[in-house]
């Protein structure tokens, strides 16, 4: 994977925790999140940050197109958009093919808040996001104590405190501050996730996947983990359990739910944060989009620029035909103006003086 240096603002280093020596970035906003990632490559972690100045990125198989250049067969030039909008970071697969997976599941679109991070594979890189405001990367603040409904634990031998955790969060290991268990050796180490009822932990590189055992046998990321579970990573031991209401069953089958998510128009308003959603029929099917109720789906009635039938949307399966219809202020996507054009999840549409960004419900 080639390997770009998109932005120089003194980059987050792997064991710090500052952005800066000098404490939190001047230029960061105590409400709008700069984006902070790490991605594996060759053996190693990188770090970038895009700071609250940039509000996108790309990744996918163009150097040209791209920030971060991946190297699988089917990523198209560019597979994933990730963008800000207000004070959430938005991770949209873009690509013809489902290569973003959260915990071995397809994953179209993944949004971040303040304060919050995501563990993506992206055509078979890890990528751990996170958004923070105030410039420093904090350690998670968990609970202690025996699990209790809906509840497991994870407990570092030796250390003898049990980290609760609710069924629907996500445990992170490593060393990183971000982690939620921290021990030795690399920053990130592996993820304890949920489907359904039933958990289960995934190495987060092949790397560790090999340096990693389960009640003494080989790490299987598609088995479920079961109460009294002591998990070994290199040297270092960790007991998994569960509350009583969390039952097992032993004929379970791990298949994923690969539903497509749909396609909708999110409104960004002038001040850049989210405004109406407008949901978007599924393939084979179109709408118009105008100022007038009696003529278009998605009807601007207050916005005055936006002509009676502005634009038309034909949809197809992961994209959407955009066709101006002869509109009085015009239709522009990414900044161009288009009679016509084929737009992506990740595209933003401007109609007259309405954005619009192009992305997933869900």
Not at 177 to 196: T, Y
Not at 231 to 237: A, F, G
Not at 245 to 267: G, H, I, W
Not at 336 to 343: A, M, P, S, T
Request: glycine share 8%; aromatic share 8%.
């Amino acid at each position: 994977m080639q390997l770009i240096d998109y932005v120089s603002h003194g980059g987050l280093a792997i064991e710090e925790t500052e952005l800066n020596p000098n404490g939190a970035s001047s230029s960061l906003s105590e409400t709008i999140p700069a984006l902070l990632y790490y991605y594996w490559n060759d053996g190693e972690w990188i770090n970038r940050e895009l700071p609250v100045e940039v509000a996108e990125m790309r990744i996918g198989s163009s150097s040209k197109k791209c920030e971060v250049k991946i190297d699988h067969p089917d990523s198209d030039p560019v597979q994933v958009v990730v963008r800000r909008v207000g004070a959430t970071w938005y991770i949209i697969e873009a690509g013809k093919k489902d290569l973003t997976l959260e915990a071995g599941f397809p994953k179209r679109q993944a949004n971040i808040g303040a304060g919050e991070w995501k563990v993506l594979s992206i055509g078979g890189v890890t990528f751990v996001f996170a958004a923070v405001t105030d410039g420093r990367v904090t350690a998670p603040k968990n609970e202690e104590g025996t699990p209790t409904q809906n509840e497991y634990s994870l407990t570092l031998v030796g250390d003898g405190a049990e980290h609760l955790f609710n069924l629907e969060t996500p445990a992170l290991i490593g060393s990183h501050a971000l982690c939620d268990i921290q021990i030795p050796g690399e920053p990130f180490v592996a993820i304890v996730s949920h489907f359904g009822r039933r958990l289960f932990i995934h190495p987060l590189t092949s790397e560790m996947m090999s340096r990693m055992a389960r009640d003494g046998q080989p790490i299987d990321p598609d088995v479920p983990l079961t109460p009294a579970t002591t998990i070994r990573i290199d040297s270092t031991e960790l007991m998994f359990k569960v509350s009583k209401d969390l039952r097992f069953s032993q004929d379970f089958k791990f298949v994923p739910d690969a539903s497509a998510a749909c396609l909708k128009l999110l409104e960004i308003k002038p001040d850049g944060t989210p405004g109406e959603s407008y949901a978007l029929p599924p393939a084979g099917r179109s709408l118009f989009i105008g100022r007038d109720p009696s003529q278009c789906k998605i009807a601007l009635s207050n916005c005055k620029k936006v002509s009676r039938k502005h634009a038309q949307v034909i949809l197809y399966d992961k994209m959407a035909l955009l066709m101006d219809m002869h509109s009085k202020n015009g239709t522009f996507v990414n900044g161009r103006k288009v009679r016509r054009k084929v737009i992506h999840p990740g595209d933003i549409a401007n109609l007259a003086n309405v954005r619009l960004l192009l992305c997933y419900t869900g």
